[in-house]
């Protein structure tokens, strides 16, 4: 079993930056890629970025590449997103992921474990 807990979400105004934190407990965590996710309001659960359970490969959506870093420490079991020039587009609950293999994967399909969430709103 794996927990994992979200952290770092907040109001903040377009062009603004935030960085989530992703704290992980339970399993090996320098063995599992790891995901962030996002749902906005009526909206599907979306793919944000991944990264393997190295830190060596990354991916990410079109929506946010250049603009949001995924990275992880592997010594404090932990996972983040750095998310710069923020759009109210990107206004969702932005959830992180574990997953059992090591490489990147872009669906929620792939992945097991899941935190409970961080609200982001970004203001216009």
């Known amino acids: 079993q794996v927990q994992l807990v979200e952290s770092g979400g907040g109001l903040v105004q377009a062009g603004g930056s935030l960085r989530l934190s992703c704290a992980a407990s339970g399993r090996s965590f320098s063995s599992s ?3 962030w996710f996002r749902q906005a309001p009526g909206k599907e659960r979306e ?3 991944a990264i393997s ?3 060596a490969y990354t991916a ?5 590449k250049g603009r949001f870093t995924i990275s992880r420490d592997n010594a404090k079991n932990t996972v983040y997103l750095q998310m710069n020039s923020l759009k109210s587009e990107d206004t969702a609950v932005y959830y992180c992921a574990a997953r059992s293999g090591r490489g990147t994967r872009t669906s929620s399909d792939e992945y097991d474990f899941w935190g409970q969430g961080t609200q982001v709103t970004v203001s216009s």
Request: without cysteine; aromatic residues 14%; proline residues 0%.
């Open 33 to 35: 890629a790891m995901g």
């Open 47 to 49: 793919f944000v970025a």
């Open 53 to 55: 359970a190295t830190g």
């Open 60 to 64: 990410y959506a079109d929506s946010v």
